[in-house]
């Protein structure tokens, strides 16, 4: 990030909300075949941008059935995609510049994401290192017992968020991991005068 953006409070910055579909879990190994990205106001309530793009793999036989089955991936369907991500990393990370990444599982599409640039020689990706995940904000419903797995799809049902279409693509994804968010904001909001903690 450039030391102007640098300046920009956390609180003041634009979100990020991205959502990758892969080959399969394991990093260094599986691949990104599609990013969706939707970048909104520090509030979450205004819709800036949306972008997204596909990835052919360059071993596309390692797709596990379980990540064909959420994905839908077929060379057939990926049929004049480009395997060489450089210029869709790129746009990625101009879109993306100054914002804070939010995703739901943001161990998982942090690697990914930045694992599939640096393979692009895209190594500056110009969003902060806070990198904020629903699952985490969701964490005191499943202490209370309002929901047993934190899944997107599972957290979209009890806030009343249409879940993702299946197969799943990953602007959609995005849209409702910012559709959840919001939801899960106005339910841990706070006064803002009041202080949490007094030293």
């Known amino acids: 990030m450039s030391s102007r953006q640098d300046e920009i409070l956390l609180a003041d910055r634009d979100l990020c909300f991205i959502d990758v579909?892969?080959?399969?879990p394991q990093f260094g190994y599986h691949e990104v075949i599609e990013l969706g990205a939707v970048r909104v106001s520090p509030d979450a309530e205004t819709l800036k941008g949306e972008m997204d793009f596909k990835l052919f793999p360059l071993h596309p036989k390692r797709i596990t059935e379980q990540a064909r089955i959420i994905n839908g991936f077929s060379e057939?369907?990926?049929?004049?995609?480009?395997?060489?991500?450089?210029?869709?990393?790129?746009?990625?990370?101009?879109?993306?510049?100054?914002?804070?990444?939010?995703?739901?599982n943001p161990s998982f599409d942090r690697v990914f994401v930045t694992l599939g640039a640096k393979e692009s020689s895209v190594t500056e990706l110009g969003v902060d290192y806070h990198w904020v995940g629903t699952e985490s904000l969701a964490w005191p419903l499943v202490r209370n017992g309002q929901i047993r797995k934190l899944s997107l799809e599972n957290l979209c049902v009890l806030l009343g968020v249409p879940p993702?279409?299946?197969?799943?693509?990953?602007?959609?994804?995005?849209?409702?991991?910012w559709a959840?968010?919001?939801?899960l904001v106005k339910i841990v909001e706070v006064d803002k005068n009041r202080k949490l903690f007094v030293a």
């Open 164 to 177: 993702e279409p299946k197969p799943h693509r990953a602007l959609e994804g995005a849209r409702a991991c």
């Open 76 to 104: 057939d369907a990926w049929v004049g995609v480009a395997q060489n991500g450089a210029d869709s990393w790129k746009r990625f990370a101009e879109f993306a510049s100054g914002c804070v990444p939010v995703c739901h």
């Open 21 to 24: 579909e892969t080959t399969g």
């Open 180 to 183: 959840v968010y919001r939801r």
